[in-house]
């Protein structure tokens, strides 16, 4: 005697998106984050050159400063990278290595920026100086707090390895990191191009 399949228990395919709900999570949340920043830029272009009173950009931006401090943070995701592959082949120690570097540059640029800052004050720029001081200091506070956020997170990373939490098995999550400072040091560029480049040609 045959049995017809039940109606109600029809298999139905499984849909999936190919990546880690944890990958996905910081894509979509990176994906935020650049309307954020791309919010903060605009805002910028809205009102640059609209200052009536100085400090304006071509009296007080140090391109050579601010050109070092942009190399080393552009240097960071080369050792991010290095420290992926690092992990990636199983290599502990060499991992190590390049994530502290990483961690290390992206204090280093932090460093600079707060010497900017601290100078940008002494000179009568604050943020409610003129609507470049405002405009300049939220766009650039965000991103170093960005920075500030990915040190620490780079940071938990070598010590978590010290302790045997981060190996190989789970080198997802320095995959993760990795998303999240190459997005920083992109921003980065485009904020250097629009305030340091731009502005001083513009004024």
């Given at each position: ?21 944890r990958k996905l999570l910081i894509w979509t949340f990176l994906g935020s984050e650049c309307l954020f920043f791309g919010s903060l830029i605009a805002t910028y272009l809205v009102y640059q050159g609209q200052s009536v009173v100085g400090p304006f950009p071509k009296d ?144």
């Amino acid at each position: 005697m045959q049995h017809s399949p039940s109606i109600g228990h029809v298999a139905e395919p499984e849909t999936t998106t190919g990546l880690d709900h944890r990958k996905l999570l910081i894509w979509t949340f990176l994906g935020s984050e650049c309307l954020f920043f791309g919010s903060l830029i605009a805002t910028y272009l809205v009102y640059q050159g609209q200052s009536v009173v100085g400090p304006f950009p071509k009296d007080i931006l140090e391109i050579p400063v601010t050109s070092v401090s942009t190399f080393v943070l552009l240097a960071s995701s080369l050792m991010m990278v290095l420290a992926v592959t690092a992990i990636e082949r199983g290599d502990m120690r060499a991992f190590r290595i390049w994530i502290l570097a990483c961690a290390i540059m992206g204090s280093t640029f932090l460093g600079f920026q707060v010497y900017e800052f601290n100078a940008f004050v002494h000179e009568g720029l604050t943020p409610r100086t003129n609507l470049f001081g405002s405009t300049f200091f939220t766009l650039t506070g965000f991103h170093g707090a960005h920075v500030t956020v990915g040190v620490i997170w780079l940071v938990s990373l070598f010590a978590g390895s010290l302790r045997g939490r981060v190996n190989p098995q789970n080198s997802l999550m320095v995959d993760i990191a990795a998303l999240y400072w190459h997005f920083v040091d992109v921003v980065w560029i485009v904020i250097f191009t629009v305030i340091y480049l731009l502005g001083v040609s513009l004024g």
